[in-house]
């Protein structure tokens, strides 16, 4: 790890003012540490911002309010979450182990850099770490890799379960800019596609700082998260599914899906849960969403296995959904 000055931010202003003069800030650093002892980033100077009054977890007009500072743990034991939001709770608890997550923070684990094996081994071309170099995934092993979403520069997927579920529950981010605005946009409008520039992954400008997630109000729908991975535990996803759907009188009123360890971001499609409301639950109608989900997959030979299996535990998550949503 090379040398870097270290500073104590005092307000979410003073963290901004210095990540906008090139600065990285840092919470629970489950992540970024990794990425400097790798020697994958460098930073000159961390801004510690864990002091700050980021947490807290409490219910306001716009629905319930999660502090970026939240941890994890915290957030998967929140009494309401489990109650009114279980697809959160469950991505969570699948997501690492427990001392990870008493540790990872909300706005972190948003903002958390892929576990492609490149990216991490600095010997290798990366454009993601090094714009222009190449991609080594592209034609070596890429068995945890991108079937959706990737570019001829990169198909690093994202790693986070909590992003999942919460792009099934169409959560706000809120943002403190460098100078002192603050801004709300959907969760769905945080990320980018590589396209050319795969070192680029949000939309977030020097000196943003995440401060909060905003879940809208409960629906009262089933929800359902589901995880397909190596192992039973603290692996990282190779399929994810995060469901959220309602039936009225035999018919779909409310469908919301997301996916994990498909893509370079968390993904979704509206038309996907467009083409669900209103529909009588078949075997018909989830072939179609499973065919409109992977109508332009493509795998890159190790990962081919992941078409087939993101269809079928796509259409088994709507099975279980809708059978639990059965009065």
């Not at 540790?103 to 290798?124: E, P, V, W």
């Not at 801004?183 to 795969?198: A, I, M, Q, S």
């Not at 905003?214 to 039973?232: F, H, M, N």
């Amino acid at each position: 790890m090379r040398p870097f000055d270290y500073l104590r931010a005092a307000s979410p202003d003073d963290a901004s003012a210095a990540a906008a003069q090139g600065a990285t800030i840092i919470a629970g650093g489950t992540n970024l540490l990794d990425l400097m002892k790798h020697e994958v980033v460098a930073p000159d100077t961390l801004v510690d911002i864990t002091r700050l009054d980021l947490g807290g977890i409490e219910q306001t007009d716009q629905g319930l309010r999660i502090g970026a500072l939240v941890t994890n743990s915290d957030l998967a034991a929140d009494r309401t979450v489990r109650r009114d939001y279980p697809v959160l709770a469950r991505a969570l608890l699948a997501g690492a182990s427990g001392q990870l997550r008493n540790k990872a923070t909300t706005g972190g684990n948003l903002l958390q850099r892929t576990r492609c094996y490149y990216f991490y081994d600095t010997s290798t071309p990366c454009n993601k770490r090094d714009p222009g170099s190449g991609c080594a995934a592209i034609g070596g092993f890429n068995r945890i890799h991108a079937i959706l979403g990737a570019s001829n520069h990169c198909i690093a997927t994202h790693p986070s379960d909590m992003a999942v579920a919460m792009l099934a529950l169409r959560a706000l981010i809120e943002i403190t800019g460098a100078g002192g605005d603050t801004r709300t946009l959907p969760l769905d409008d945080l990320y980018v596609l590589p396209g050319d520039r795969p070192d680029r992954e949000t939309v977030l400008n020097p000196g943003d700082l995440i401060t909060a997630v905003i879940l809208p109000p409960p629906a009262g729908a089933t929800q359902i998260y589901r995880k397909v991975r190596d192992r039973a535990s603290y692996a990282f996803a190779l399929v994810s599914v995060a469901c959220v759907l309602d039936l009225q009188d035999g018919k779909i009123a409310q469908a919301s899906l997301a996916f994990g360890g498909l893509a370079p971001r968390p993904w979704s499609a509206k038309a996907l849960n467009d083409m669900m409301l209103g529909e009588t639950p078949s075997d018909a109608l989830f072939e179609r969403v499973a065919d409109h989900l992977l109508a332009k997959a493509k795998g890159q030979g190790s990962n081919d296995f992941k078409i087939p299996l993101a269809r079928r535990t796509l259409i088994a998550v709507l099975h279980e959904a809708v059978e639990r949503a059965q009065p």
